[in-house]
Structures are given as structure tokens and as C-alpha cells.
């Protein structure tokens, strides 16, 4: 079981609004990670969880704060947000992160965010 | 640093033609990871193959192939006899164990679209 699950599927949001993004995996997973994708570009890295502790964060704006509850769960909170925040948001895990031997990371189907 | 390039930015054919998107990485280290994902009009990133810098070995899975050659620093990825399904942005990507978190370096994406 491959996979990645991400809520919700869409979102729209007011610059004042707060909410949060949630994102869970059943695989056993030790590393989770966000990306943000914008409209035909890659995926960029924000965030990566390692044994539920932050171990990158690629200096991503605090309006973003990310959350790791358990080793299942990795939430993104959202508060003060910009239209240019506006993006499709990724979530992804992988069985470790940071070892010798690279692991395959498996993604989620995203939250499509719109902020008006 | 590391860098990959996609040099195709979209390519169009006509369903059972073969279709071969390039990919071309740059890294100093010697350890390397090379990985395909194939992202759909759903958004879900699909992983579809990881290959490490000692393997050289083509691989044939179904429709799909992929060529590894170390030499000119290239990992293109061949779809056989097309469906529409295929249709979809293709990227490339590459991590390294010095990379800090194993970070993925993605290419700018092929986007591929099939007709009937």
C-alpha cells in the first residue's frame, strides 16, 4: 500500500482566514515532507519531517507552519496568507530521510489553495 | 549543486506513436539517485522509477523504458505505443546522499499530451 492521503482536496481562503491542511500515510513512514507546486513548475520543497522532529525547513515564510503530531500525521497550518500562496500543495513520505541510501518518496494528490 | 534539465517543455503525438523525453543531470557526487514520476491532470505525483549511479541497466517495464547512460549524464524515459492516458507532465528528478534530507532536485517537466 502505496499510499498518501491529503485533505482537502480544495480549498479557498481569505487573506485573514486559518486553516490547515492535513496530510496522513499508513505505510510506516519515518520522513514526510511539503512541497508547494505552482502552475507548470516543479514541486518545491518547504518542509521535512524526520522521526516527527523538523529537520528542514527552506526557509519558508512563518505564515506556513507546519505540524507533525505522530509519525503518521503531518499538518500545514495556514494563517495570513497571500494570493501568491496560491498553489497546488503536495505531501509526501518516505521510509527515512537523510540516510546513505536515498529513499523513494510517494506523494499525495494535493490540496489545490486558492487565497483570494 | 545539482541540476537536471528537461529540455522539452511539451510534446504532442498521436495515440501507438513512441514518444522519448529527455533527461539530463548535472552532480559532482559520485552516489547518486535518478527518479521518474509521472503527475497527471489529478495532481498526484506517480512514482514510476528510481535507479542509482551504479546501474546502468536499461529497464523495460510494460510500454514504459528507460535509458540510463552515465557517460553523457542522461536518464530518458521512452513510452511505447502511446494511450491517452498517458497524457501527463513527466519529471525528472535526482538526490544524493549528500543531499541534506536527500532533497529532490526536479527537472522543469515535460508535459506530454496524447491524442486520439
Known amino acids: 500500500d502505496t499510499e498518501v492521503t491529503q485533505t482537502p482536496k480544495h480549498l479557498v481562503m481569505g487573506m485573514t482566514n486559518k486553516k490547515s491542511l492535513k496530510c496522513e500515510q499508513h505505510?510506516?513512514?519515518?520522513?514526510m515532507y511539503w512541497y508547494k507546486q505552482k502552475a507548470k513548475k516543479p514541486p518545491e520543497l518547504m518542509f521535512v519531517y524526520s522521526y516527527e522532529k523538523l529537520s528542514i525547513n527552506e526557509s519558508v515564510p512563518s505564515r506556513f507552519s507546519p505540524e507533525c503530531p505522530n509519525s503518521s500525521l503531518l499538518n500545514l497550518h495556514l494563517h495570513a496568507l497571500q494570493p501568491e500562496d496560491s498553489a497546488l500543495y503536495l505531501c509526501?513520505?518516505?521510509?527515512?530521510?537523510?540516510?546513505?541510501?536515498?529513499?523513494?518518496?510517494?506523494f499525495g494528490p494535493g490540496t489545490r489553495l486558492t487565497v483570494l | 549543486a545539482q541540476k537536471v534539465t528537461q529540455a522539452q517543455t511539451e510534446i504532442s503525438v498521436v495515440e501507438k506513436e513512441d514518444v522519448t523525453l529527455d533527461c539530463v543531470y548535472e552532480?559532482?557526487?559520485?552516489?547518486?539517485?535518478l527518479f521518474w514520476y509521472k503527475q497527471p491532470p489529478s495532481g498526484e505525483l506517480v512514482f514510476l522509477i528510481r535507479?542509482?549511479?551504479?546501474?546502468?541497466q536499461n529497464e523495460i517495464s510494460g510500454r514504459y523504458s528507460w535509458n540510463f547512460q552515465k557517460s553523457t549524464s542522461s536518464f530518458n524515459f521512452t513510452i511505447t505505443a502511446s494511450q491517452v492516458v498517458d497524457s501527463a507532465v513527466y519529471f525528472c528528478a535526482l538526490t544524493s546522499p549528500e543531499a541534506a534530507g536527500n532533497k529532490l532536485t526536479f527537472g522543469g517537466g515535460t508535459r506530454v499530451l496524447v491524442k486520439p
Open positions: 535507479r542509482n549511479s551504479f546501474d546502468e
Open positions: 509526501a513520505s518516505s521510509r527515512t530521510s537523510g540516510g546513505r541510501t536515498p529513499p523513494t518518496q510517494f
Open positions: 505505510m510506516g513512514h519515518r520522513a
Open positions: 552532480t559532482r557526487d559520485t552516489t547518486y539517485y
